[in-house]
């Protein structure tokens, strides 16, 4: 992967962006368990696969997500937080 | 050694003798299985054997002995880490290694060279203060040392970096050395397989068995083995691995890369490390620079290596070393590494029985190779992992127990 389509700004250089790891839902700190919060805290999804995955745009200060394979590196699509649905 | 040599001289045949034997099809039932034929699997099955007797053991390697990150590494051995769990662990480790020729019977090139971490801000050196006040509190040879020792050690050092990040002091280790990393599995599966280990190359395990909690055997693409024991030492694999037993850890694995230039007269005496820019270097016994960077910045598994990380690696040993800049890199590879969020290794037992694991040895796995393979052999054959790595044990993550060791990580990360 040497470029990345950002959802505002189209496609730039890998260089200007920054990774930020696995998108991951948040359990409830109040309701859940000690070891289901833990489990949020540390572990990870490590096995190789089409991941959901957080990336800034650095020069935009853009948030955004890619859906990429982490065992081929291609990103398939690339959207604006929420806006799943229209990208 | 040079009696047996003598007899050669009166024949015409020279047998090169094989390091061990061409194992192709596994038995039905095993003691033990070992998935992985790198250095820590084969030092594991090498102690079982040695240290308890457990001979009924096969080593499982899809690929080729030593093919993975045992011959990635760029061979530093060292045990200046931070906390007092790592440094006594890492410290074992380079005790066993010292005394390692002799017991395998090989020459690893075990060559004492001293490491320098160059600090290049105060930030730096207040760390490396902290790091030598810690390895000498466990009896470490670690020290703060200023830009003078370390030109007397390296002379050819550009000490201001060419004027990028000029070196204000080193934490200098006297015991920090360079290995000759193949020669190491080679070792540990000869001395292995002549105590009746057998070692399976090109041998995929696709499944783990557990019934009821407890594993009872592994699906290959050689055929099923029951086995009552599993030890995983699959560097960059083993999220795989832990996927097909049903554990979660932390572990996400980077791709580490590293480069060698083209050979020249002997010059780097020792090993000279530079968190700030990203550098690692000495240089092996057949005169090329060996030089590692950081990690690469995102998740993925794959051993591709880049331009990127050749120009940047360059643009830094250049401003180190100003006159390296016609000396040309020959070769440049990656490895997977599994990284954990602590820095620190995960050994031991798991929720499943009879499932051990020996993993998550991201930048720091070659060092380890030798007290990895003694303790995780002791935790398979009593079922209970020994004192100096219960501080690396799964849970300590649920327990909220970090081994805080990446300050000890040898780049910026």
Not at chain 1, 40 to 49: C, F, I, L, M, S
Not at chain 2, 6 to 34: G, M, N, Q, W
Request: charge should be negative; include cysteine; glycine fraction near 10%.
């Amino acid at each position: 992967m040497k470029l990345l389509q950002c959802p505002v700004n189209g496609t730039r250089p890998i260089s200007e962006f920054t990774y930020g790891g696995e998108y991951r839902e948040a359990p409830d700190p109040q309701t859940c368990s000690d070891k289901v919060w833990a489990d949020y805290v540390h572990n990870r999804h490590g096995a190789p696969g089409l991941k959901k995955e957080w990336w800034y745009h650095g020069p935009s200060g853009t948030w955004f997500i890619a859906e990429r394979n982490t065992l081929t590196d291609s990103v398939s699509r690339t959207y604006l937080f929420g806006q799943e649905k229209d990208a | 050694m040079p009696l047996s040599l003598l007899k050669y001289a009166l024949s015409r045949e020279h047998p090169a003798p094989r390091f061990f034997r061409d194992c192709t099809e596994p038995k039905k039932t095993y003691d033990a299985v070992i998935i992985g034929g790198g250095g820590h699997g084969l030092a594991a099955a090498y102690y079982l054997a040695k240290d308890f007797g457990i001979t009924n053991v096969a080593v499982l390697e899809k690929g080729y002995i030593g093919g993975g990150n045992t011959g990635r590494n760029t061979t530093i051995v060292r045990s200046n880490y931070l906390t007092p769990e790592g440094v006594n662990f890492y410290d074992a480790s380079v005790q066993m290694y010292e005394g390692l020729s002799q017991e395998l019977d090989i020459n690893l090139f075990y060559s004492t060279r001293g490491h320098f971490t160059l600090a290049h801000t105060e930030s730096a050196m207040r760390t490396m203060r902290w790091r030598a006040e810690v390895n000498k509190h466990v009896g470490v040879e670690s020290y703060v040392v200023g830009p003078e020792e370390i030109l007397k050690a390296c002379p050819q050092l550009d000490i201001s970096c060419s004027g990028q990040a000029p070196i204000l002091g080193a934490l200098y280790h006297a015991p920090g050395s360079v290995a000759r990393h193949d020669a190491v599995a080679w070792g540990y599966a000869k001395e292995a397989d002549r105590m009746g280990v057998e070692i399976f190359q090109n041998t995929e395990v696709t499944g783990i068995d557990v019934k009821s909690g407890k594993v009872v055997g592994v699906q290959t693409n050689k055929g099923y083995i029951s086995t009552g024991r599993v030890l995983s030492a699959v560097a960059g694999f083993t999220p795989r691995i832990t996927e097909m037993v049903g554990i979660e850890t932390p572990i996400v694995i980077h791709p580490l890369q590293a480069c060698v230039s083209e050979p020249m007269k002997p010059w780097l005496n020792t090993i000279l490390v530079s968190g700030s820019l990203h550098v690692y270097v000495s240089q092996s016994s057949r005169g090329e620079l060996v030089m590692g960077s950081s990690l690469d910045p995102y998740e993925v598994h794959s051993t591709r290596s880049s331009l990127d990380f050749v120009e940047g690696l360059s643009s830094h040993i250049v401003d180190m070393f100003p006159f390296l800049g016609n000396v040309k890199v020959v070769r440049q590879w990656a490895g997977m590494a599994d990284i954990t969020p602590d820095f620190a290794p995960i050994m031991g037992k798991t929720p499943v029985e009879g499932f051990y694991l020996d993993a998550g040895w991201g930048t720091w796995g070659f060092k380890a190779t030798p007290i990895s393979g003694k303790t995780m052999a002791e935790t398979m054959a009593r079922d209970m992992a020994p004192e100096l790595i219960k501080s690396f044990r799964l849970s300590r993550f649920e327990e909220y127990e970090l081994t805080g060791e990446k300050g000890a990580a040898s780049v910026g990360h």
